[in-house]
């Protein structure tokens, strides 16, 4: 199975440079220095959430939960876990590409990476988004594209990352986000699914992991895909996929589909 180095070299060949770049060519010198400045970074987040962890253990009413989304309970750092809290902060692509999805549309191609020593395994993770992206409720219901998994050799236009909290907090700091290692973020070309969403969804989601997890991957893709976020329509219906479940519901019901009963099913605007 390949395996790539630290994300911020991953990728950077699958479009032209920009007028004005210098020509492609062997660097090492400057791959050291990028390295080195990733895991600087790697390092400097992972001693501030510490930090933050141990402040909030002082201080019990201050749980990380109530601090980043709505009715998500305490502190989940002072629970027990299934996963680590950081990995290598270099991925391994999933192998082989998947068939082409969807009926009409221009192809969007992605590939499939697993953090290192996040205990995941790369095939079995893209085996999962496949089936969401391939699903007729995804985005190729709306018969304005189709969808094929590429494996590392081959162009592709965004890859979807799954990593560690730390490593998660670190990729999406770089776009300017801040997600204190609870959510999963999107920056140009990069879908990164935070792990411990993954596997542990979110406290009163009301509905299975598997939910969850098509959720959180249909609308990151979304967001890939020119999507905005949605607000509730009216209590009690289906949430929009680009609605922020994760923060809550608002009164809305989990849903993981942007495709209800042959329809695009959406929200108003709010961002």
């Known amino acids: 199975m390949p395996s790539t180095p630290l994300w911020r070299d991953f990728g950077r060949s699958e479009h032209p440079p920009e007028r004005g770049d210098p020509p492609p060519g062997p660097v090492p010198p400057r791959r050291v220095i990028v390295a080195l400045v990733v895991v600087l970074a790697l390092a400097a987040t992972t001693a501030v959430l510490l930090v933050r962890a141990a402040e909030r253990e002082a201080e019990p009413g201050q749980g990380f939960g109530d601090r980043v989304a709505s009715g998500t ?8 876990s299934r ?24 192809v969007a191609r992605y590939r499939v990476a697993v953090e290192q020593d996040a205990g995941q395994d790369p095939d079995a993770f893209a085996a999962e988004v496949d089936g969401v992206l391939a699903d007729p409720r995804s985005w190729i219901g709306t018969g304005e594209l ?26 999406c700091a770089e776009g300017g986000l801040s997600t204190e290692g609870y959510t999963s973020c999107r920056l140009p070309g990069q879908v990164i699914i935070n792990l411990a969403r993954w596997l542990e969804a979110v ?54 589909w942007p495709i ?12």
Do not use: K
């Open 260 to 271: 209800l009963d042959g329809r695009r099913h959406a929200g108003e605007l709010i961002g």
């Open 146 to 171: 189709r969808v094929q998994r590429v494996d590392e050799a081959e162009p592709a236009d965004f890859t979807i990352y799954l990593a560690t909290p730390l490593t998660s907090e670190a990729m």
């Open 83 to 106: 996963y680590p809290w950081v990995g290598a902060g270099s991925f391994t692509v999933a192998g082989n590409h998947s068939p082409v999805h969807g009926q009409d549309g221009p």
């Open 203 to 256: 406290p009163d989601y009301g509905a299975p992991l598997e939910v969850y997890r098509a959720y959180v991957i249909n609308h990151e893709v979304g967001h890939e895909f020119g999507e905005g976020h949605e607000a509730c329509p009216a209590p009690g219906a289906p949430a929009p996929v680009m609605q922020q479940q994760t923060y809550g519901l608002d009164g809305c019901l989990a849903n993981a």
């Open 73 to 80: 309970g305490g502190d989940e750092r002072t629970r027990p």
